[in-house]
């Protein structure tokens, strides 16, 4: 017989946190609120909500990190803004970002779900931050939760 093994997206146990940058804040403040009312949607009482605030992007793989290697957290949520300016800075912290997340969270096995807008003006932002594309702190919520309830599910089928 076949084993399949998928994470649901209702969460009864453990707690989740949610890295968020204070750079562009008007778009990165949407995104929290996204991510927030998606965990208590989805069974995520404010109880397990922890919301840390780094200065920018960049900074979010080194507090989301520690944040897993604490222990006390099933799945973190990282949410930022970069937006494209006159000069090839974004392309670095986009590609740093992106890459320190998904070595945190393979270092650690606690799934870190990207939540970080790479957008060319503002107006793009603010479209994925609640406007007409939806709101991707929503979605990194999502994520966190099916990769953590996913995680749950491969220790238990692995554990017999």
Same mark, same amino acid.
């Given at each position: 017989?076949?084993?399949?093994?998928?994470?649901?997206?209702?969460?009864?146990?453990? +707690?989740?946190?949610?890295?968020?940058?204070?750079?562009?804040?008007?778009?990165?403040?949407?995104?929290?609120?996204?991510?927030?009312?998606?965990? &208590?949607?989805?069974?995520?009482?404010?109880? &397990?909500?922890?919301?840390?605030?780094?200065? =920018?992007?960049?900074?979010?793989?080194?507090?989301?990190?520690?944040?897993?290697?604490?222990?006390?957290?099933?799945?973190? #949520?990282?949410?930022?803004?970069?937006?494209?300016?006159?000069?090839?800075?974004?392309?670095?912290?986009?590609?740093?970002?992106?890459?320190?997340?998904?070595?945190?969270?393979?270092?650690?096995?606690?799934?870190?779900?990207? =939540?970080?807008?790479? #957008? %060319? +003006?503002?107006?793009?932002?603010?479209?994925?931050?609640? =406007?007409?594309?939806? +709101?991707?702190? %929503? %979605?990194?919520?999502?994520?966190?939760? %099916?990769?953590?309830?996913?995680?749950?599910?491969?220790?238990?089928?692995?554990?017999?």
């Amino acid at each position: 017989m076949t084993t399949h093994l998928e994470g649901n997206l209702l969460s009864s146990r453990g +707690n989740f946190a949610i890295v968020v940058s204070r750079w562009n804040e008007l778009v990165t403040n949407r995104l929290l609120s996204g991510a927030i009312d998606t965990f &208590r949607r989805h069974g995520v009482g404010d109880d &397990r909500i922890s919301v840390v605030r780094v200065p =920018g992007s960049f900074e979010l793989p080194l507090a989301a990190q520690k944040l897993a290697k604490s222990g006390q957290f099933i799945g973190i #949520c990282c949410l930022g803004a970069v937006i494209q300016g006159e000069t090839q800075h974004h392309d670095y912290i986009n590609h740093s970002v992106a890459q320190g997340i998904v070595n945190a969270s393979q270092q650690t096995e606690v799934p870190i779900a990207f =939540g970080v807008l790479t #957008c %060319e +003006n503002l107006d793009q932002a603010l479209n994925r931050a609640g =406007g007409k594309a939806g +709101n991707k702190g %929503e %979605e990194c919520a999502l994520a966190a939760i %099916e990769m953590a309830n996913l995680m749950i599910a491969i220790d238990e089928q692995t554990s017999n």
